[in-house]
Every structure is written in structure tokens, then in C-alpha cells.
């Protein structure tokens, strides 16, 4: 079935480059995703990666993606106070923009 | 542009009882999909509305309903409400055909529901 898994908690020192990983089990995921989740917010989309592409970089953002290992990471280089949030990573499945997420990591960055 | 919104912010229900969530969507968007995300864990897909019809549900029960209106706003009713069912409901709106071939689903701040 479809599923992905998420580690969930980083810590990390502001300046520092956070890496955070996925796995998903769904290979007919077109896209995978990574969103943001700030308090009492939504969810906001930080960057897509298409599933013939194996890195995608988008100013501190950097995604790989190993298609064998269905294992997708975001790095975030010179990592700040407020990328301290929650992370999901998402992948599309099926047909119709249905998004199947993860359980979330919980970025926290500390002085 | 107010992107997505959604009501009420808060509600605090009891079990039995019936709850109708509200979602607008984002300006130009035709379809919308609803997620519920319980604490501590990521959304899961509810189901989703196109041209005032679901097309396609996740795995809920059918106590979960929802309705799409002309203007393309939508409801989401649950109905008989237990404890598991608190949790936070995040309305996302899209477009059903995209010139890019996939269309970013945008998220309301999403309805804080308790169930006691």
C-alpha cells in the first residue's frame, strides 16, 4: 500500500546544513514533496522534486531523490531560528492530486 | 488574494453530535480537497470535489460527507462524532488541469476540531 515514513525529530545548531529523510513505498509517485508546517498554520509547499529527476536545488533547498532506495531527503544549508517547524514529505498518488503524507519531523534550531 | 479560508478557526463538539466545516478556495481554483490531520501526526486524504461531485474518497467512513457548491466552496459534515475524530481539518485547493502537467494544492490554516 502506500505509505512513507519520516524520522521524527532533528536538532540541529542555527548555521548548520539539517538534513531530513523520507521513505515511501508508493513507486508510481509522479512528485514528491516537501511541506512546511509552521503553529497554527497550514501547510506551506517549500519545493517538489519529479520523479525522473535525482537532485533538484532551490536556494538553501536541496532535494535528492534515490529511486531504488525510494528514499527522498531535504537538505537546508545555513539552516536559521525560523526554519523551526515541522516537516512533512508528500508524495502524489494515484490520479487526481491526492497527496499521501508522512508523519512529519520536527525541526528545531537552537543558538 | 485571501488564498484559502476556512471556518470556523476552533470548534468543540460532543460525541453524537453533527459538525459542518466551510472551505473557500484560492482564486481560480475549481477543485477541493480536504485532509484530516490528527496530533502528532501528518493529513490524511479525506476525499476531494471536482465540478460538485467526489471523485475520490480516502479511507473514511461514510459518517464523513461533503458537499461542493457552484462557486466551488465546499463543506465537510461528520456526522455521530466520537473522540477520534478530534483533530485538524485542512481544506487544499487546486486546479483540476494544469498547463504544467501537476498543480500545487494550497492549504487553508485548517479548523481545530474537539471532540469531548
Redesign the interface.
Known sequence: GEDVEQSLFLSVREGDSSVINCTYTDSSSTYLYWYKQEPGAGLQLLTYIFSNMDMKQDQRLTVLLNKKDKHLSLRIADTQTGDSAIYFCAGLSGGYNKLIFGAGTRLAVHP | DAG?TQSPTHLIKTRGQQVTLRCSPKSGHD?V?W?QQAL??????IF?Y?EEEE??R?NFPDRFSGHQFPNYSSELNVNALLLGDSALY?C?S?LAFSAMG?????????TRLTVL
Request: charged residues 10%; without cysteine.
Open positions: 484559502v477543485t480537497s485532509y502528532g501526526q501528518g493529513p490524511q486524504f476531494q471536482y471523485r475520490q480516502g485542512l487544499a487546486s501537476w498543480d500545487e494544492q494550497f492549504f487553508g490554516p485548517g
